[in-house]
């Protein structure tokens, strides 16, 4: 009599976890399909949030030049010698290379999150706020690409 009833409540559990996963699946199956209610505006609003513009490179050249003074103005100052100014930009290279994949990090976490599967995190929601992240995260790669290329250019010009 034991065994009848311990196989019938396996029988429950496993029902149960059926159960779920189904529900699992159509909660899953309604999001993408209220995404893909009006493709063409989601898409055509996330395509355009997620473009740079003009400003953007303008911001991403500022911040790479401030960075760059505040390096040589530490290498003068702290330091007693521009040498240093090059490791310092180094360091905000691999700073700003960290953000970058901090910010990525955390859009697939917010896309997981979204679709209630982390299996889908590499997915696009197709939502603007997706699009501003990617966004940002371009001008910190801009950001990470400038001051790696003046990185590499200072070492250059010192060591020859």
């Given amino acids: 009599m034991r065994d009848k009833n311990k196989t019938s409540n396996f029988k429950k559990l496993k029902d149960l976890r ?3 996963k189904q529900a699992h699946n159509q909660q899953v199956q309604d999001k993408v399909s209220k995404i893909s ?3 063409i ?3 055509t609003r996330y395509i355009d949030s997620k473009k740079l513009r003009w400003y953007d490179y303008l911001i991403a050249l500022a911040i790479s030049s401030c960075i760059i003074g505040f390096s040589f103005i530490i290498g ?4 007693k010698s521009t040498e240093k100014s090059e490791w310092i ?3 905000f290279a691999l700073l700003s290379l ?3 994949l901090f910010t990525n990090w955390i859009k697939n976490k917010k896309v997981a999150k979204f679709y209630n599967d982390t299996r889908r995190r590499y997915q696009t929601t197709l939502s603007e706020e997706e699009g501003y992240l990617r966004r ?3 001008i910190i ?3 990470c690409l400038v001051l790696s290329i003046t990185s590499v250019i200072i070492a250059i010009t010192l060591w020859v």
């Avoid at 003068?76 to 330091?79: D, L, N, R």
């Fill in 89 to 91: 930009v180094t360091a």
């Fill in 141 to 143: 790669l801009l950001v």
């Fill in 98 to 100: 960290l953000a970058f």
């Fill in 41 to 43: 505006g989601n898409q």
């Fill in 18 to 20: 059926e159960q779920e």
């Fill in 76 to 79: 003068i100052f702290v330091y």
């Fill in 37 to 39: 209610e009006d493709p």
């Fill in 136 to 138: 940002i995260s371009k």
